[in-house]
């Protein structure tokens, strides 16, 4: 269904992956930072990655808080994923949007990496001829795709590191380079970075529940929530998000705040949704099928989303 | 001065019931939901009089997720 859809390649676009809060109308229009950070989308549909684990690591760039990260399971093998809505065994759910040329440094800022360095890259690889993804998985199949390796390759070429989320290239469906945002460490040892707002990130990729109940010394609690929010309203439009929330415990003492945050942004993310990716009911439907805002109520039962 | 309530009737299909009491209960001490009429799906949300202008657009926004079929404001 997802697959005959699948919008052809678009010059000057940006093709971005996401897989934590740009999965939900409410995080890309940035409903819970007061609207900073918002991205609006010309094209969405879903996609299912493959060779790619996730879990929250990386200190956000927006507040105290732990933001999703993305590993691959194997590194000599690239990151990829398909259309589709369905996740199979080992495969993530997530979103890929496509974004007008002129979103470039929005999406740099969002992903805590300089804006201008973004449009030297998009520049480079227009030099090249080539689109920008293309370019990244260029440099990323010199380096046998170890994404450490790819990342000071990269420091190399630019000069530049990023002190967020360092642009890595996932090949979708066989054909065309996406873009897709993930915390590396790819200076070298001497020169690490020391993380963002002055924190360590963990070294483990953690779910949703294990972040959840994390000691709020050094966290903002409820900032936390909220980003969990913005993640798990994915699975409002039929996005997998199992990997997420498997281990979360029902009855946890964060779980009834974070179910009445759910239920509330529920009841308006796919209206955000439409509006976020550009699209009309017809066409979400066709790709998302219908919107099942009962996820937000099933969230602590044993099996969800289902 | 006792405080003025209001409240909404409509229908909606059982299985959607318990979606909508999580929904609603989630906004602490907006309305209370109560079942008016278990027979016809029959329900009522209970508010002050205040609390109507955010009961009515809770309810447009759920009125767009689940088909809600008013049956009378008093």
Request: glycine share 10%; proline share 6%.
């Amino acid at each position: 269904m997802v697959r005959e859809v699948l919008p052809a390649t678009v010059e000057d676009t940006l093709l971005v992956i996401g897989y934590g809060s740009l999965m939900s109308g409410f995080g890309l229009l940035g409903e819970a930072r007061g609207g900073r950070g918002r991205l609006l989308a010309c094209e969405a549909f879903p996609v299912v990655l493959s060779n790619a684990r996730r879990g929250l690591q990386k200190p956000s760039n927006h507040g105290r808080y732990l933001a999703m990260n993305l590993e691959q399971r194997d590194p000599g093998q690239p990151l990829t994923g398909r259309p589709a809505i369905q996740a199979g065994p080992g495969e993530l759910g997530a979103l890929a949007l496509r974004f007008e040329r002129r979103f470039a440094r929005q999406i740099a800022s969002r992903e805590g990496h300089d804006p201008d360095q973004f449009e030297r890259l998009i520049e480079r690889a227009k030099r090249r001829g080539c689109a920008l993804g293309d370019w990244l998985l260029d440099l990323a199949e010199v380096q046998h795709h170890d994404l450490q390796a790819y990342g000071r390759a990269l420091f190399t070429a630019t000069g530049y590191v990023s002190p967020g989320y360092t642009f890595c290239p996932l090949v979708l469906d066989g054909r065309e380079a996406a873009l897709v945002a993930v915390a590396l460490d790819c200076r070298p040892p001497s020169d690490a970075l020391a993380g963002v707002n002055g924190a360590s990130a963990p070294p483990a990729l953690l779910g949703l529940g294990e972040a959840a109940a994390l000691d709020g010394r050094a966290l903002d609690c409820s900032a936390q929530l909220d980003y969990i929010v913005e993640c798990l309203l994915a699975a409002v439009h039929n996005i997998s998000v199992r990997d997420l929330t498997a281990g979360i415990e029902p009855g946890a003492p964060w779980s009834a705040e974070l179910q009445r945050r759910l239920l509330r942004a529920a009841v308006g993310e796919p209206a955000l949704f439409l509006k976020a990716a550009s699209l009309d009911p017809e066409r979400y439907g066709k790709r998302f099928g219908k919107p099942d805002v009962s996820v937000a109520r099933r969230f602590c039962e044993p099996g969800f989303p289902g | 001065m006792a405080a003025a309530f209001k409240s909404i009737a409509f229908e909606l299909a059982p299985e959607l019931i318990v979606d909508l009491k999580a929904i609603v209960e989630s906004y602490d001490n907006l309305a209370t939901l109560r079942t008016d009429d278990p027979e016809r799906h029959r329900l009522k949300l209970y508010f002050a009089e205040e609390a109507e202008h955010d009961v009515e657009r809770l309810l447009a926004a759920l009125a767009q997720l689940m088909p809600i079929r008013r049956v009378g404001v008093r």
